[in-house]
């Protein structure tokens, strides 16, 4: 990776973090902290009562194109996405992210419980478009502690949803 991307990912990490942090704290008694940024996962966090939780952080993109675009960057010459937007490709990138984040967490050792943070960089889908296709969403399965989605919905509101809570 080069300096320029590892900048770029921390900011976009702890952009997350702090969203996370609010929220989170917003709704429970024992509240989060950012203690540092790390690597294998991606920020160390500890709560009021001094437990540290690992949080491995992920965003979720339409398309590579959407991606570029977002984070400023060229495109190339690339004109959009070849055929309509669906929901369907958006949950499937969803699903492939979780899937991956699982597999990298396997190589974790920590001392802590982790959580995965995913959040929801692409303003193409509204959560309540993504809650209404839940059932498609892959579940996750045990390698995290919590399963978290940030996302917005059509406003410049963050909301918080885990995703370990999809079959209410």
């Known amino acids: 990776m080069t300096n320029r991307h590892n900048v770029e990912k921390r900011m976009l990490e702890r952009a997350a973090v702090r969203e996370f942090i609010r929220l989170y704290n917003g709704r429970h008694p024992v509240k989060l902290r950012l203690l540092y940024q790390h690597d294998r996962p991606d920020a160390i966090l500890q709560d009021s009562r001094g437990t540290k939780l690992g949080l491995e952080i992920t965003h979720l993109f339409y398309d590579a194109a959407e991606a570029k675009a977002l984070l400023g960057r060229p495109d190339n010459g690339a004109s959009g996405p070849a055929s309509p937007l669906s929901l369907a490709h958006l ?78």
């Open 91 to 168: 949950i499937a990138q969803l699903n492939a992210l979780i899937k991956r984040k699982e597999s990298k967490k396997q190589s974790y050792d920590p001392s802590y419980p982790i959580s995965l943070l995913i959040r929801n960089a692409s303003p193409t889908f509204r959560l309540s478009e993504i809650w209404a296709a839940r059932e498609h969403i892959r579940k996750p399965n045990d390698q995290f502690m919590d399963t978290w989605f940030l996302t917005r919905d059509g406003t410049p509101d963050w909301k918080l949803i885990n995703l370990d809570d999809l079959s209410h």
